[in-house]
């Protein structure tokens, strides 16, 4: 049976960063470890860590992506949890067993070698779920 192992990150999409760290960092005081433009995901994200999870500031840099239209439908919000799971393809079988509606019913990869599942939030009473598992260390 596939595990879940802890929350890896809550995303939260902004539309403008500066503006978010005046309450995630300089109000709440959590450190502002990076910010990265991801192309793939057509965003800017700020990485906060918090202990063993992240919270990510996501801005979207274009208007087509589905964080930019989440933006535009629903304002400035919480997007997703990220789950960490050991065995993503496991955990995603065994969820469309159960009837789970997934988005991705396999995995896609992500940066770094991650591997990287949604799932749909009509099955997770209203929040769009991310399923992520960690490249194994190379031996
Ligand atoms: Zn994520």
């Known amino acids: 049976m596939p595990t879940i192992k802890r929350i890896d990150h809550i995303a939260i999409v902004v539309d403008d960063i500066p503006s978010a ?11 502002l470890a ?20 992240e919270i990510e500031l996501v801005k979207p840099t274009t208007d087509t992506s589905g964080v930019a239209k989440f933006l535009q439908k629903r ?31 396999t995995a896609i990869h992500g940066s770094g070698g991650k591997k990287i599942a949604f799932i749909h ?17 190379a031996p």
């Open 21 to 31: 760290l005046t309450f995630w960092r300089d109000a709440l005081g959590l450190e």
């Open 34 to 53: 990076h910010v990265e433009d991801v192309p793939d995901q057509e965003s800017i994200v700020a990485f906060l860590p918090t202990g063993e999870s």
């Open 75 to 105: 304002g400035a919000g919480m997007h997703h949890i990220c789950l960490e799971v050991d065995d993503i393809d496991a955990m995603l079988a065994h969820l469309k067993e159960k009837g789970v509606q997934l988005i991705h019913e």
């Open 121 to 137: 939030p009509k099955s997770t009473s209203g929040v769009l779920v991310e399923l992520y598992e960690l490249p194994t260390p």
